[in-house]
């Protein structure tokens, strides 16, 4: 993906980074009420984000000595219990049920707060309960298909209202600065191949293929065979579909089966966007899949979101857009890697080109929120907009990353001396 990403209230409480400089002072106006010293108390754990909060009363708690970036209004006494009792999940549904108001862009909004948030002290004890009793969805064979069709088999139409004409739900490349979504997914996809120097002819298994369209442009521009393997039945059909409209089936073979599944020998191996949704203790079972899947001469390429360090997914998000998924660290990745001794050949890092994915993708979706509010209604819209508004927030502010790892096995030694390939 897929734009699996943080959003709202803390970027983690998972390990912290030391920030220099101190948090700005906070006042409160109108009187200091219960509600209005138990709201500055857990701003102050967050790291006390340049943001103005208004109670139901009129009661203002505001930065002192700076601009607030936006204001936040809570409006009743019971959306301000459920956001004190938990913020990371109960923030974005308040905001998601229309039980909040915010006045300002969303997106700045939410970068105050990851930035915030690397300031914050330690998690205290209860924030470090909630965490260990919140039990993400598992990724078994049974529990990958019910957490993909959560996501992905809510409709191709809705999709397709924000992704592109492509429909890549994935990071696209922008060679330039005032390319278009389009224009940048297919460089992505240029990008990918050159990488992996595919030539005509050759074989390549694609784990978790979207709607199709990489396995497609594979087939159509490097003259190879592609076999793609994906567990949506919605995103599957359309692919089937497409590939039988545009005269490549027989180059292209889809098939509805989990990577675990993936049988034969390959030139190539390549994952855009699925390994957020392996979970880490399935990484050295993947290797296993990948190693036994390419030959002597065999490479690959795997291009996941993730993270400087190892954290969990933001909660909301995993419990309410991505069940299951889970942003690694480029040494969590290592697993894949080092038990079945395939050589990393490069590491890329595409956040900011995430981060303008994202706006291309925001952009679209809120121009098509009559018909998105038709299909499903007002919350729905408000959740998809916190969803997409706290993915670039993550991406802009370096709380995630986007990771290109290009790979080959041992005895390879038909790798590029150089980088030129990529570049002409």
Request: proline share 5%.
């Amino acid at each position: 993906m897929n734009a699996s990403n943080e959003s709202v209230m803390n970027s983690t409480t998972a390990t912290r980074r030391e920030v220099s400089g101190q948090p700005p002072a906070r006042e409160v106006t109108g009187g200091h009420s219960f509600e209005g010293r138990m709201l500055e108390r857990l701003l102050e754990r967050l790291g006390a984000p340049e943001i103005e909060f208004q109670l139901w009363t009129g009661e203002r708690i505001a930065p002192v000595g700076c601009e607030p970036v936006c204001r936040v209004r809570i409006p009743s006494r019971g959306a301000l219990l459920a956001i004190l009792a938990d913020h990371q999940v109960r923030f974005p549904d308040a905001y998601s049920e229309g039980r909040i108001e915010i006045e300002g862009d969303l997106v700045q909004l939410l970068e105050t707060l990851y930035v915030a948030g690397a300031r914050a002290p330690a998690p205290s004890g209860l924030g470090r309960l909630l965490g260990n009793l919140r039990r993400p969805h598992v990724n078994t064979l049974a529990g990958s298909r019910q957490n993909i069709h959560h996501h992905y088999d809510i409709g191709n139409e809705f999709y397709s209202l924000w992704l592109g004409e492509t429909m890549a739900y994935t990071c696209a490349y922008y060679p330039s600065a005032d390319a278009t979504l389009d224009a940048a997914q297919h460089a992505k996809m240029d990008h990918v191949c050159r990488k992996m120097r595919l030539r005509p002819g050759e074989t390549v298994v694609e784990a978790g293929c979207g709607w199709g369209t990489f396995a497609l442009h594979m087939a159509r521009h490097y003259g190879v065979k592609v076999r793609a393997f994906n567990i949506s039945r919605e995103q599957v059909a359309y692919a089937r579909e497409r590939a039988a409209r545009e005269g490549l089936a027989g180059q292209v073979e889809y098939v509805q089966d989990d990577y675990r599944n993936i049988t034969g020998r390959y030139d190539a191996f390549v994952s855009i966007g699925m390994l957020e949704h392996v979970g880490v203790e399935n990484y050295e079972g993947l290797g296993a899949v990948v190693s036994r899947s390419l030959g002597d001469n065999g490479r690959g390429l795997i291009h996941s979101i993730g993270r400087n360090y190892p954290a969990p997914l933001q909660p909301w998000i995993e419990k309410r857009i991505f069940p299951g998924a889970y942003p690694a660290s480029l040494g969590q990745m290592m697993r894949i890697f080092e038990p079945w001794d395939l050589s990393i050949l490069d590491v890329e890092n595409l956040r900011l080109h995430y981060a303008q994915t994202l706006r291309h993708w925001l952009a679209l979706f809120e121009a098509a929120v009559p018909r998105v509010e038709q299909m499903f209604d007002a919350r729905f819209v408000r959740m998809w907009r916190m969803y997409l508004a706290g993915s670039i927030a993550g991406f802009t502010t370096g709380t995630l990353q986007l990771f290109q790892v290009l790979f080959a096995t041992r005895h390879n030694n038909e790798v590029p001396m150089t980088r030129a390939h990529l570049y002409t």
